[in-house]
T-cell receptor, first 115, second 111 residues
Framework: GAVVSQHPSWVICKSGTSVKIECRSL??????MFWYRQFPKQSLMLMAT?????????EQGVEKDKFLINHASLTLSTLTVTSAHPEDSSFYIC???????????FGPGTRLTVT | AQSVTQPDIHITVSEGASLELRCNYS??????LFWYVQSPGQGLQLLLK??????LVQGIKGFEAEFKRSQSSFNLRKPSVHWSDAAEYFC?????????FGKGTSLLVTP
């Protein structure tokens, strides 16, 4: 099956710094990728849709200036959390669809802790 | 937008007992429905999906789900639960190109 990787798997950063999370489709091309956030013991909430070669689409309530998304190639999307604060601590998961809309493959997630 | 509801936050079953996790969807047409499992600190693993056709869907790890339009439900079942099935289970519906997830059901398996 298709594989999506994320790097890093976990990261600790100080408040006010920026953190970049990478999402890669390893064996298929993805013109679209999705970024989700999951708070402890809660469900996944879609943050934004990353589009290769164009601007990302953000869900309501998600600050686009704080969560910068760049879809630089057909296999890589990055999420940068700028000026991170403790409330940004969460589990960030990306996914990419394969074969149209029917199949989505999830990365293993990135645990962000902001101190 | 399409959405799903998982009425049970926690469920506890004994090892070897049967399991049913509930999921209700809200969508007029036939939805694309999924069940995922998440172990602590891990990503999501797809158990099964339903797009059309046979309403009883077989998945991995011995799971199955039945789509019932009359009840707007897509419940997940397993005839005999193993201790390794303890995890968080999410029902999801395709909305546009992304997935909308239910709040999840935490499964505890007792000896």
């Amino acid at each position: 099956g298709a594989v999506v990787s994320q790097h890093p798997s976990w990261v600790i950063c100080k408040s006010g710094t920026s953190v970049k999370i990478e999402c890669r489709s390893l064996d298929f091309q993805a013109t679209t990728m999705f970024w989700y956030r999951q708070f402890p013991k809660q469900s996944l909430m879609l943050m934004a849709t990353s589009n290769e070669g164009s601007k990302a689409t953000y869900e309501q309530g998600v600050e686009k200036d704080k969560f910068l998304i760049n879809h630089a190639s057909l296999t890589l999307s990055t999420l940068t959390v700028t000026s991170a604060h403790p409330e940004d601590s969460s589990f960030y998961i990306c996914s990419a669809p394969l074969g149209g809309r029917s199949e989505q493959y999830f990365g293993p997630g990135t645990r962000l802790t902001v101190t | 937008a399409q959405s799903v509801t998982q009425p049970d936050i926690h469920i506890t079953v004994s090892e070897g007992a049967s399991l049913e996790l509930r999921c209700n969807y809200s969508y007029g047409a036939t939805p694309y429905l999924f069940w995922y499992v998440q172990s602590p600190g891990q990503g999501l693993q797809l158990l099964l999906k339903y797009f059309s056709g046979d309403t009883l869907v077989q998945g991995i790890k011995g799971f199955e789900a039945e789509f019932k339009r009359s009840q707007s439900s897509f419940n997940l079942r397993k005839p005999s639960v193993h201790w390794s099935d303890a995890a968080e289970y999410f029902c999801a519906v395709l909305s546009g190109y992304a997935l909308n997830f239910g709040k999840g059901t935490s499964l505890l398996v007792t000896p």
